[in-house]
């Protein structure tokens, strides 16, 4: 899996931000799960294709045959580079870079799909799913109407990499602007540069399905 780009000396850093946000359901309303991918120094958001609602991320519909999507952000050559270089790596730490999303659509549950990934579980209510999906609808750098064109094929399975509007840098990496996802739909993630800040939170908030390799 690709990393997020981050010096030994961050990864010990956790970006502060006040959580915010409604909370994620009332007592008996019905919720739909969503999934958290931790895929070492990289976090990916799972989410069932049927749950998305209509008119909302048109993207999506690249992916008739998958059952769930996964989502990541990250630096745009580093995170599509096969191979990336030093200069490639230096430039996504150093500097604010163009970034994309990287979407897999997949069949099978998110622990048989990523055997080798901790996945942990959360339940949202309606609003907190639609709320999170308009995230990522809005994440997508769009210059006309949508859906836009894909850059060209992910790194696994059935992907795509898509422009992205924000910037990253070293305090805006890949658990950032996950954990501004998860704030967006109404859970209490304050952001983490790293992914054990941003997982060790979600531990707390759901179910961890499939532990982390030797955890």
């Not at 163009?98 to 942990?120: C, I, M, T």
Request: charged share 20%; aromatic share 10%; hydrophobic share 40%.
């Amino acid at each position: 899996m690709k990393a997020c780009v981050l010096f030994i000396g961050l990864a010990l850093l956790t970006a502060c931000a006040t959580p915010t946000g409604e909370p994620t359901a009332r007592e008996g309303e019905p919720t739909a799960p969503i999934y958290l991918v931790s895929h070492g120094w990289h976090t990916g958001l799972v989410m069932r294709r049927a749950d998305i609602p209509v008119g909302l991320w048109p993207e999506a519909g690249d992916f008739p045959q998958a059952e769930y999507l996964e989502v990541g952000w990250g630096d745009r050559d580093y995170y599509q580079a096969r191979a990336p270089g030093l200069w490639t790596t230096l430039k996504a730490a150093l500097a604010p870079t163009p970034s994309v999303l990287h979407v897999v659509g997949f069949r099978d549950p998110p622990a048989v799909y990523f055997p080798a990934s901790e996945v942990v579980e959360l339940r949202l209510p309606r609003a907190g799913v639609e709320r999170l999906v308009r995230y990522i609808h809005d994440a997508h750098a769009r210059e006309g109407r949508p859906p836009v064109a894909p850059l060209g094929p992910g790194l696994y399975g059935d992907s795509r990499f898509y422009p992205a509007r924000e910037t990253f840098h070293l305090f805006n990496t890949c658990n950032v602007w996950t954990a501004r996802a998860l704030r967006a739909a109404g859970l209490p993630v304050r952001d983490a540069i790293t992914t054990e800040g941003l997982m060790a939170q979600v531990r707390r908030l759901g179910r961890v399905v499939q532990a982390a390799p030797g955890g």
